[in-house]
C-alpha cells in the first residue's frame, strides 16, 4: 500500500469567461485575485480515496487544474487500503446515507482496520506536508488523517461529500465511529444544512455545494455528428462512425474515443429511438433495478422508448467493491423479461482507462438521452443531475437529500418519490410525450447550472473558506 501523488495538468481559469455573464466574470477575477494573494506560498493538498469513479474525483480533477492554472501549488494524493479497510468504509458511506450497507455495523475490530490503515497513510503523508500548508481531507475514507496532519503543523480541512436529510441509527453510528477524528479537524465542510452532524462545533462549519466543469470532455459542447461517432465507436450505436470520435482534453490536446464500451449481454442502442438514459456508478443507492422495473412495467408498454444503464467498468474502480454484483442484477433481471421489452434495455459499463476517454463517452450518452434519470434513493448532490442539466437535458429524479435543491420541479425537470415506480415512470413519459416540453425545460435547467453549480462559484466558496482559516495570521505559518 502506498500513496498515490495525481498529476493535474494545470488549465488557464480564463477559460470560463466565454461562459460566464459580466457579473460573474467579475467575481471570479475578484476569486483568483484574492487567492493568490492568500496563498502564495503555501500548498494546498487534497487527500481522497480515488482517483477515478465517482463524483468527488471529478471535481477533484477539475477544481485542482483552474487552482494550478491560476498559478497556486495546488496537489492531490490519493490514500492506500486493502479489501478490508474499503469493505469497512463502503459500510461507512452506506451507513452515513441511512443504509446498513453489508449489515455487519461497526466495532472494534472495525476501528483496528481502519486505523492500521490510516497509520500507513499517515506515515506517507506526513513527510510531505509543511507547516502553514492547508491539508484537505475529503470523505470517510481520510478522517482518520486528521489528527497527524494537524500534529504536522497544517490546516485541516475535513470534507464530507456525503449525508442525508434526517440521519438514522446507521448515520449516528458512522458518526460516532468518525468523531473522535472529524472533532480535530479545523474546519468541516458539508454540501448542505441537512447533512451537518450533531455534536459537531457549528462555527467550524461551511457549506459548500458541488460543481461541474463546462470544459472537461464529459461537459463540453459536442455537435450530434460527434455524439453518433463516439457512440458507434465505443459499440453502444451501431453503425461505423462517420467522422472522427474526438473531443479536446483538459489541456487542450486533442482526444480520441478508441475503446470499446461492453454491454452485458445486451445490444446497442438503435439511432433515432427515444432514449430515457441513467448514467451512475453501479451502486444500490443509485437503484437501477428500480429503473429497470419501472421501465419494464410502465414506460414499455407505453412508449417506444429505449433504456440505457450507463456506468464504469466495474474492474475500475477500486473502493467500490459492490460494483460488479449489482451490475450483474441488473443484467440477470434484464435478461428475465420479455424479449420485447428486454431488447429496449441497453447497460452500458464504460472503459475508465483514459478518464477523459469515459468522461466523452457519458457525454455523448447525457446528450443522446430525450430524459437523463436519476432515480437514487439517497444522494448527497447528484453530479449526474448537474451534467444532465448543463447539456439542456430534463431530468426525472429522486426527491432525495441534495437533488431537491438542484431541480426545480415542473421547471428544470421532473421530482419523483424514488421508491414510487409509477410515478417516475410517469414523469418520464411525460416528457417522452412532449418534446417540446422536454426541450424548453432543458433549457432552462442549463442556465440553472450556469448561475449555481459551475467551478468560479465552488472556488470562490474555497477562497473565503482560507481567508477565514488563515485570517489573523494571514502570511504567518
Ligand atoms: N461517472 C463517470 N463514468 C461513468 C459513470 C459515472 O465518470 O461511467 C461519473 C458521473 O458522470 C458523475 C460521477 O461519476 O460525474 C458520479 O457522481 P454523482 O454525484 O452523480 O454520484 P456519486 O458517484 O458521487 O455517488
Redesign the pocket.
Known amino acids: 500500500m502506498s500513496l498515490t501523488h495525481v498529476p493535474v495538468a494545470p488549465v488557464p481559469p480564463e477559460r470560463f469567461m466565454e461562459i460566464l455573464g459580466p457579473q460573474q466574470a467579475d467575481e471570479f477575477r475578484d476569486t483568483i485575485r484574492r487567492g493568490l494573494e492568500l496563498l502564495d506560498s503555501r500548498v494546498i493538498w487534497n487527500v481522497n480515496s480515488t482517483a477515478q ?4 474525483a ?1 471535481m477533484l480533477a477539475s477544481l485542482l487544474a483552474y487552482t494550478r492554472g491560476a498559478g497556486l501549488d495546488a496537489r492531490w494524493v490519493v490514500t492506500g487500503g486493502d479489501p478490508s479497510f474499503y469493505r469497512v468504509t463502503k459500510r461507512i458511506h452506506n451507513m452515513l446515507h441511512g443504509f446498513p450497507g453489508d449489515g455487519r455495523g461497526l466495532d472494534e475490530k472495525d476501528l483496528d482496520v481502519y486505523d492500521r490503515t490510516t497509520e500507513e497513510n499517515a506515515r506517507e503523508l506526513v513527510p510531505l506536508i509543511s507547516p502553514g500548508d492547508i491539508v484537505l481531507l475529503h470523505d470517510p475514507q481520510t478522517a482518520g488523517l486528521i489528527g497527524p496532519v494537524r500534529d504536522a503543523g497544517a490546516h485541516v480541512v475535513w470534507r464530507c ?1 456525503i449525508g442525508v436529510d434526517t440521519a438514522n441509527d446507521h448515520g449516528r453510528a458512522a458518526w460516532d465511529f468518525l468523531l473522535p477524528h472529524v472533532r480535530g479537524a479545523e474546519a468541516l465542510v458539508f454540501t448542505r444544512e441537512a447533512h451537518i452532524w450533531d455534536g459537531l462545533d457549528r462555527s467550524r462549519v461551511t457549506l459548500i455545494p458541488p460543481s461541474i466543469d463546462a470544459f472537461s470532455a ?1 461537459n463540453q459542447e459536442m455537435r450530434d455528428a460527434v455524439v453518433n461517432a463516439i457512440l458507434c465507436k465505443a459499440r453502444l450505436q451501431p453503425g461505423h462512425p462517420a467522422e472522427p470520435p474526438v473531443f479536446v482534453r483538459r489541456d487542450g490536446s486533442p482526444g480520441r474515443v478508441d475503446r470499446p464500451a461492453t454491454r452485458a449481454g445486451s445490444h446497442p442502442l438503435p439511432a433515432g429511438v427515444q432514449a430515457l438514459i441513467q ?3 453501479w ?1 444500490r443507492l443509485k437503484d437501477p433495478e428500480g429503473v429497470l422495473e419501472a421501465f419494464a412495467s410502465h414506460v414499455a408498454p407505453r412508449s417506444d422508448a429505449h433504456l440505457v444503464l ?3 467498468s466495474t474492474e475500475a474502480v477500486a473502493d467500490d467493491p459492490e460494483g460488479a454484483e449489482v451490475l450483474s442484477e441488473v443484467g440477470r433481471l434484464r435478461a428475465s423479461l420479455p424479449r420485447s421489452v428486454g431488447d429496449r434495455v441497453h447497460l452500458f459499463s ?1 472503459p ?1 482507462e483514459d478518464v477523459a476517454e ?2 466523452a463517452i ?1 457525454n455523448a450518452i447525457q446528450r443522446r438521452a430525450d430524459v437523463i434519470a436519476q432515480k437514487s434513493v439517497a ?1 448527497g ?5 448537474a ?1 444532465a442539466m448543463w447539456k439542456a437535458r430534463p431530468v426525472v429524479a429522486g426527491a432525495v437529500g441534495g437533488i431537491r435543491e438542484q431541480v426545480i420541479d415542473g421547471e428544470t425537470g421532473f421530482l419523483v418519490d424514488p421508491l414510487d415506480l409509477e410515478a417516475f415512470a410517469a414523469a418520464a413519459l411525460e416528457l417522452l410525450g412532449d418534446p417540446e416540453r422536454a426541450i424548453a425545460m432543458g433549457a432552462r435547467a442549463r442556465e440553472e447550472v450556469r448561475e449555481r453549480y459551475l467551478g468560479p462559484r465552488h472556488l470562490r466558496q474555497y477562497v473565503e473558506l482560507f481567508e477565514r482559516l488563515l485570517g489573523a495570521g494571514a502570511g504567518e505559518p
Open positions: 469513479g465517482g463524483g468527488v471529478e461529500h464529459k448514467v451512475s456508478r451502486d450507463a456506468g464504469p464504460l475508465m469515459n468522461g457519458v444522494e448532490f447528484g453530479l449526474t443531475v451534467e
